[in-house]
């Protein structure tokens, strides 16, 4: 090795090779909500930058790269409603993390209908749960709280209902639709069977239509609920009778991605 080339290796540090940080959009309407959710987001180590707006449609805006754009939104009603502009770009493919108050206040059929959203409860949120969920987000996961396992469950037992015949799956999306149960993203199922990324989206989206889901969280609480999968079929939850008890529900494996 050459004077001038020892040096040069010397002088250079080794590169690291890091995921993008991500560019985090805010659609928060309350401005103490938004300054607070601001000052927890500036803490976090992944995140590259924070715009905040108080209108959904200028957050949408405000989109332009899906690969490191998550758009974080503190819902309203109408922003929910199918037609709005959060679901259109949702299924453009942007990050979605919903933040509600918590598990009351969560209309899961409107929730659901969102095209891989993320949801977190804002009470008793911190900087270290926040990070967590926005980390999973980054490497393609969509989580939810696992309390929300029940009623995902029972979405998609209404939805079999609909469809009596059980659906027609060709053995490539049996196995797709087992890696969408273990949360892997279309990245990262193409890349287990081998095939491009937007030849999984494609497989992806044969699967929904076959299971008549609206989204891969339906989808998957459908796989487990049926048995359509590798998975083991979910329990049916018991009917009691008397008064609630406290029951502990056991995380699902599709709460840490789609």
Same mark, same amino acid.
């Given at each position: ?7 040069? @290796? ?5 590169? &690291? ?11 928060? &309407? ?98 270290? @749960? ?60 193409? &890349? &287990? ?66």
């Amino acid at each position: 090795m050459s004077q001038n080339r020892a040096a040069l @290796a010397v002088a250079s540090p080794p590169v &690291r090779i890091t995921s993008p940080q991500l560019d985090i959009i805010l659609a928060v &309407r309350n401005d103490l909500q938004r300054y607070g959710l601001e000052g927890m987001l500036a803490s976090v180590a992944t995140v590259g930058s924070c715009r905040a707006f108080s209108e959904l449609s200028a957050a949408v805006d405000a989109v332009h790269d899906p690969r490191t754009d998550l758009l974080l939104i503190v819902p309203e009603p109408a922003d929910l409603d199918s037609d709005s502009v959060l679901h259109r770009v949702a299924e453009y493919g942007v990050r979605v993390l919903l933040l509600v108050p918590d598990q009351r206040s969560v209309d899961l059929d409107r929730v659901a209908g969102v095209p891989g959203a993320s949801l977190l409860f804002s009470d008793g949120l911190d900087v270290e @749960a926040l990070g967590d969920m926005l980390d999973a987000m980054r490497a393609g996961e969509v989580r939810i709280p696992a309390v929300l396992t029940r009623g995902l469950l029972e979405l998609a037992g209404r939805g079999a209902r609909e469809v009596p015949a059980a659906p027609r799956l060709t053995p490539r999306e049996r196995e797709a639709l087992t890696l969408v149960v273990d949360g892997l993203s279309n990245k990262q199922i193409g &890349r &287990r069977l081998r095939i491009s990324e937007h030849g999984a989206k494609r497989l992806v989206a044969n699967i929904l239509a076959k299971l008549n889901c609206p989204n891969r969280t339906l989808a998957a609480a459908r796989a487990l609920r049926e048995g359509l999968c590798g998975h083991a079929p979910a329990p049916a939850p018991r009917a009691t009778v008397g008064p609630p008890v406290a029951t502990h529900v056991p995380a699902s494996p599709y709460d840490t991605g789609w």
